[in-house]
């Protein structure tokens, strides 16, 4: 079965840009949630989405935004990119059934911002 | 959801067994106790979950003591490749995941 799949895995943006990340969950998965990873502030929360639909957003200002489509796959948005947003980019999906936190990652897509 | 607190990091040597321990006082019942391992650059990666008593798996063990306010995180004897950041969490998925995950292990594998 394919893993987590992320597009694209490095993207270079300008501060002011907006950019898209896209992620293909594994196939049955139908719950999304992605991540932010940068070496000061660790892995952090950004939301997730269950059957298209958000269903926890973490603390991030209102420039990241989301979305699921009705075959689960996700795409987050980051409009005005500020040079704070350079960071690796996580997407994660899991089954509606389990319990505990049992998620599959994908990749990551790299977004350097200058 | 319940804090948790592992150690910054630690060493060990190749062919060790490596026992990285997780507090989690506020543990709720519903609650199980993941862990995940990570490689620079790369996604998490799940290793185990339990809920009570002992997990095994191919990878790993995970002991988890009656009052379930701690556990731990057996890697038998441990190769360079397992030098990783290792993270512990508490949680239930009740409501959908709001994972938060802390600074995790860092785990210094040397030969």
Redesign the interface.
């Known amino acids: 079965k394919a893993g987590v799949t992320q597009t694209p895995r490095y993207l270079i943006k300008t501060r002011g840009q907006q950019v898209t990340l896209s992620c293909s969950p594994i196939s049955g998965h139908r719950s999304v949630s992605w991540y932010q990873q940068t070496p000061g502030q660790g892995l952090q929360f950004l939301f997730e989405y269950f059957s298209e639909t958000q269903r926890n957003k973490g603390n991030f200002p209102g420039r990241f935004s989301g979305r699921q489509f009705s075959n689960s796959r996700s795409e987050m948005n980051v409009s005005t990119l500020e040079l704070g947003d350079s960071a690796l980019y996580l997407c994660a999906s899991s089954l509606p059934t389990v319990t505990g936190y049992e998620q599959y990652f994908g990749p990551g897509t790299r977004l350097t911002v200058t | 959801l319940a804090k948790t607190t592992q150690p910054i990091s630690m060493d060990s040597y190749e062919g060790q067994e490596v026992n990285i321990t997780c507090s989690h006082n506020n543990i709720a019942t519903n ?4 862990w995940y391992q990570q490689f620079p ?6 290793i185990i ?1 339990g ?1 009570k008593t002992k997990v095994t798996n191919e990878v790993a063990s995970l002991f988890i003591p009656a009052d379930r306010k701690s556990s731990t995180l057996s890697l038998p004897r441990v190769s360079l490749s397992d030098t990783a950041v290792y ?1 512990c ?1 508490v ?3 009740a ?10 292990t860092r785990l210094f594998v040397k030969a």
Do not use: V
């Open positions: 609650d199980y106790i993941t650059s790369q996604g998490p990666r799940f979950q809920y993270y969490l949680g239930d998925n409501g959908g995941f709001k994972t938060i995950f802390g600074a995790g």
